[in-house]
């Protein structure tokens, strides 16, 4: 199987996953869930702790990363790579519309205002934090993998998983988000971002010039 129908199989996975998460949050599947990830996070909150993820979620914010996809795919686009440049800007902007959409479709409330370490007004399914940070590492990856040595591809990774890990968890803990919320967005990131790189990945077999034929002896 051809590299973009790969791509493109596992992409359908991850958002047929994602949608079936968003479908069973938002009719009460995961309540159990969503209410005892809520219950952990209130009971570990400290003064201190609260400051410390306050400013971990600002910096892992959707803006922060449309911000890192953009500066990348600039830094791509100067060095010649415009393919690459066109899908992580491409792929960013477009799952900001997604998550949106579906947020103000489903219109679910947030937690409680009394559970909450600060305000936030819109929608809460899925978590634009999470879908934006799991999308703009995720095609990061697939950028930069096939130019990385082992163990940049180890460094990369672990990035691209502890980041969106830690930025969804923030959302949780401070009561802005059910778990539910952010699951979906992960999974809607991540399926995103690999739709995306079917469609680049299919794009370059299409435009890849044919292999000179061989010469006649």
Same mark, same amino acid.
């Given at each position: ?50 400051? !410390? +993820?306050? =400013? /971990? ?5 959707? &803006?922060?990363?449309?911000? #890192?996809? *953009? ?86 990774? !672990? +990035?691209? =998983? /502890? ?5 969804? &968890?923030?959302?949780?803990? #401070?009561? *802005? ?41």
């Amino acid at each position: 199987m051809r590299r973009w129908r790969r791509t493109a199989v596992v992409a359908v996975l991850l958002l047929v996953a994602a949608g079936v998460l968003i479908g069973v949050a938002y009719t009460g599947g995961l309540t159990g869930e969503d209410t005892s990830a809520l219950t952990g996070a209130t009971e570990v909150r400290t003064g201190a702790l609260n400051s !410390a +993820v306050v =400013v /971990l979620t600002e910096i892992g914010n959707t &803006a922060a990363s449309a911000v #890192l996809a *953009v500066v990348v795919g600039g830094v791509l686009w100067w060095r010649g790579r415009r393919a690459d440049a066109v899908y992580l800007i491409a792929t960013m902007a477009t799952a900001s519309l997604v998550f949106t959409i579906i947020k103000r479709i489903l219109d679910r409330p947030r937690p409680p205002a009394d559970l909450r370490v600060i305000e936030a007004s819109n929608e809460s399914l899925p978590s634009g934090h999470a879908t934006m940070s799991a999308v703009v590492l995720a095609s990061i990856v697939i950028v930069f993998w096939p130019q990385l040595a082992a163990l940049g591809r180890t460094v990369l990774t !672990a +990035v691209a =998983v /502890l980041w969106p890990a830690a930025i969804g &968890a923030t959302r949780i803990y #401070l009561g *802005v988000h059910w778990f539910s919320d952010v699951l979906a967005g992960w999974t809607l990131g991540l399926g995103w971002a690999f739709l995306g790189a079917a469609v680049l990945f299919r794009w370059r077999a299409r435009t890849r010039p044919a292999p000179d034929p061989v010469a006649a002896p």
